[in-house]
């Protein structure tokens, strides 16, 4: 007979606003952000940003799901957004030669754990870049610099690609601002 498991199911949270005390030490949730993430041009803390991004242009409010196989799902779509800088928070010698890697790789679930087989998970992928290409010039909360390439999951499985080159993606599609990442994304998940 097989035994029943019992899952630690976490429940859901409050949104924080920054203002919310800790107990047992003088600090707020604002402070451990600051500490946290305090240079939004890290290439942890601009992931996070390139899909807020994304997010917020889709018209999502929700947050980020940890875990989730992919970034984002909007309507009936499964997008995964990478993420991409010519410059970064440290000293370079040269601008950063642009490549995304992971485009596939295997479902993760807690409880069966590993699919076993390695697959482009997104319907539609996002390609964010912060164009900027010095650091006067970079300004880490002027969005007009992020150019976004979106290309179906139909297109990275015909190419065979794991990993792809900014290059490669301008070869492929142009790129949208901001305010037209709406429409780019709902053509490439139509596949039109």
């Known amino acids: 007979m097989q035994q029943q498991i019992d899952w630690l199911v976490p429940t859901a949270l409050p949104a924080l606003d920054g ?10 949730v604002i402070d ?12 942890t803390v601009r992931a996070l940003l390139a899909e807020f991004l994304v997010a917020r242009a889709l018209g999502m409010r929700a947050t980020r799901v940890e875990w989730d196989d992919v970034d984002l799902r909007w309507e009936d779509l499964a997008i995964v957004v990478k993420s991409a800088a010519f410059l970064q928070a440290w000293d370079q010698r040269q601008l950063a030669r642009i490549v995304f890697t992971g485009l596939r790789g295997q479902s993760w679930h807690p409880r069966t754990g590993y699919s076993g087989v390695a697959t482009h998970r ?3 992928y996002v390609f964010a870049v912060q164009t900027s290409t010095s650091h006067e010039a970079y300004d880490p909360l002027d969005l007009r610099p992020w ?3 979106v290309l179906p999951k139909r297109t990275l499985e015909d190419l065979g690609a794991s990993s792809i080159s900014l290059t490669a993606i301008r070869e492929l599609v142009d790129p949208v601002a901001l305010d037209g990442l709406r429409d780019a994304v709902r053509r490439a998940g139509t596949g039109a």
């Open 19 to 28: 203002d919310e005390d800790f107990v047992g030490l003088n600090a707020q």
């Open 32 to 43: 451990f952000w600051r500490y946290a993430a305090p240079d939004l041009r890290t290439n």
């Open 122 to 124: 997104g319907d539609v």
């Open 147 to 149: 150019r976004f390439w």
